[in-house]
């Protein structure tokens, strides 16, 4: 039986702990034999989906993949990219959180709970969007934060210029949620993700201010909690970002602290089931469960 703790809040956790975590020189080792993969398979079977996971452990180098270089439909985990890519924008001295943007009605896209009750008036500043974006996953948000960084083509230019020539944005929401059974429009791999996250929280893409303000948005996601939140251990401190779409699509990645460790870079993707929500949830919840097992039990 898991025991129950509550969770940590980040902000007790300090820069300079992030900071040291960014850096390992140990040998990858890959993990392909063990009860997260085991797992992974056994949701792929039984929601009769097709899944793609990546894991990275920043203190060994040690990875578990699993079908991690299949391209699946990003969804509204483009958010994190997006976000990023406009964080850079700010450190360059180009843009500015404080700016205010005013959202009109034309403007309004399915899916948008807070952007929906801020149409003209004073608008919202950047910081605000960036947030909506992340923790409520507020799509017209995420199309505000494209319309400052270039649209889906300069989120794309931005994952180039930091290495991750797999991820590419097309559209922007909500038709890039299509998930055409094919289409690569609007993909990335597991293993690009994980890559690309880890660059953004714990690489020099960013300032130590912008890893952290991304970082605090991530630990504050409220789409989350059927995810990876539900099955990994209670004390461990998780930032991540859902996504969804057509065709049973479904993805959380996430950048997860354990208790006194390093962190773990987490990229799950699922497309291509008829499974309902809740099932697909809870498969996504099962696998981090077996991560944090595995994990606690390679420490002993």
């Known amino acids: 039986m898991k025991m129950k703790f509550a969770r940590r809040d980040f902000s007790k956790l300090t820069l300079g702990a992030i900071a040291v975590c960014g850096n390992f020189t140990g040998r990858p080792l890959f993990a392909q034999e063990s009860g997260v993969i085991n797992k992974a398979m056994e949701v792929e079977r039984r929601l009769g989906a097709r899944l793609g996971l990546a894991i990275l452990d920043d203190e060994s180098g040690r990875r578990w993949t699993y079908q991690a270089d299949q391209r699946f439909p990003m969804c509204s985990t483009f958010k994190v990219l997006a976000s990023s890519a406009f964080l850079a924008r700010v450190d360059r001295g180009e843009d500015s959180l404080d700016r205010r943007v005013i959202i009109s009605e034309d403007d309004l896209v399915s899916y948008s709970p807070l952007t929906e009750t801020r149409v003209a008036g004073q608008g919202m500043t950047m910081a605000e969007i960036c947030e909506a974006a992340l923790t409520l996953s507020d799509n017209t948000a995420g199309n505000k934060i494209l319309e400052s960084i270039g649209g889906p083509s300069g989120l794309t230019e931005f994952a180039r210029s930091i290495g991750d020539a797999v991820s590419r944005l097309d559209r ?3 038709e890039l949620n299509e998930a055409l059974v094919g289409d690569e429009r609007d993909t990335t791999s597991p293993h690009a993700m994980t890559q690309t996250l880890r660059e953004l929280l714990l690489g ?4 130590e201010n912008s890893r952290q ?4 948005w991530m630990t504050a996601n409220k789409t989350g909690d059927s995810k990876l939140r539900a ?8 930032g991540d970002k859902t996504g969804g779409g057509n065709n049973g699509t479904m993805a959380d990645v996430a950048i997860v602290w354990p208790v006194n460790r390093p962190p773990l870079i987490v990229a799950v993707y699922m497309t291509e089931t008829t499974a309902s929500f809740d099932d697909c949830n809870a498969g996504i919840a099962e696998i981090a469960s077996a991560l944090g097992e595995e994990v606690q039990r390679l420490e002993r």
């Open 213 to 216: 303000q991304l970082a605090h």
């Open 204 to 207: 020099d893409t960013l300032t």
């Open 172 to 174: 922007w929401e909500t």
């Open 231 to 238: 099955g990994l251990p209670l004390e461990w401190t998780i």
